[in-house]
Structures are given as C-alpha cells and as structure tokens.
C-alpha cells in the first residue's frame, strides 16, 4: 500500500527529491565583531547621504546659492546698483537717528543696518522684504538698556530723567 505522495512519483520527481523536502533553516554562528566595524555598519545605516540630499540642503539653507547663477548681469545691474545706492543714502541717517533714539552710540545703528541686510541678502528666502531698524523698536530698547543700565549702576537717575524730558 502507497501513502501520500509516494504513488504518483514520475521520473522527474524522482530525479529531483530535494525540491519537494522541506528546507530546514539553521541560525548561521556569527563571528564577534570588532566594535569599530559595529558602528561604522550602523553609521553608513543610518547616516547615508547623496549628493543630491548635500545640494538640496545648502540650497535649502542659503538660498542666494540656487538664484544667484541665474542672475541676469546686464538686464539688472544698473537698477540693483541704483536701488542699492538710493536706500544707502537713506539708511546712514536713519540708522544713526534711530541709535540715537535708542540711546545707543551712532556707529551701533550703522552696524545693525549694515549686518542685518548682508545677512538677509545671504539667508532671506524673499526678494520683496526690506530689513533694517524701525522707531518704535529703537524707543523701546533705549527704554530697557537705560532701565539696566541705571539697576546696574552705570547711569544716575538724574540723567535718566534727562533723557527721558528730551
């Protein structure tokens, strides 16, 4: 008498008993590996970068890299130089006036005015924004830096009220 499978076994499935015998899985004896290959596998894992991921995050972040190249030189050079020009001979009195304001050295509005826009032109994600200092901004930072300065006693009360009556 035949049981299971063993009755219906043509030459080829006799030629090939492995094929129809179940495979036994053995757990494969792993070496101890060194610590340093360890991290470096999980590093390359985890930390894996494409210069495609590299080109998107610096574009990402500094923004003049991806519009610059595409700056059209003789088409608008001259109204940028002019734009340029014309808010530069706004701005070094406003600037001084506002530090002023804040009760700050003039030189200090210069240097916010200057170093503000410089890293907006590197950084800013719009062309349509105008960066600097405003007079309620410098009214309330004279205020504070006169108020700190009078609790830490490098000002007297009496040129605070000084300033203040101005």
């Known amino acids: 008498m035949l049981h299971g ?12 008993p492995d094929l129809q015998r179940p495979l036994i899985l053995e757990r494969a004896k792993e070496e101890p590996n060194k610590w ?3 991290v470096s596998n999980r590093l390359k894992k985890h930390c894996s970068c494409t210069s495609k991921k590299v080109k998107s995050k610096l574009l990402g972040f ?19 130089a002019m ?10 009195p406003q600037s001084i006036a506002y530090s ?12 916010t005015s200057f170093f503000a826009s410089i890293i907006y032109a590197l950084l800013g994600t719009s062309k349509h924004i105008s960066v600097g200092i405003f007079g309620v901004l410098c009214l309330l930072v004279g205020q504070v830096v ?16 000084s300033n203040s009556s101005d």
Request: charged share 25%; hydrophobic share 40%; aromatic share 10%.
């Open 5 to 16: 499978r063993d009755f219906c076994m043509s030459e080829q499935d006799e030629s090939e």
């Open 36 to 38: 340093q290959t360890v």
């Open 62 to 80: 500094v923004p003049i890299l991806k519009w610059l190249p595409h700056y059209k030189l003789r088409d608008w050079i001259l109204g940028d």
């Open 83 to 92: 734009s340029g020009l014309i808010v530069g001979i706004l701005l070094v």
């Open 100 to 111: 002023l304001l804040a009760s700050q050295d003039p030189i200090y509005g210069l240097y």
């Open 146 to 161: 006169d108020r700190e300065l009078a609790l830490a006693g490098y000002l007297s009360e009496s040129s605070i009220d």
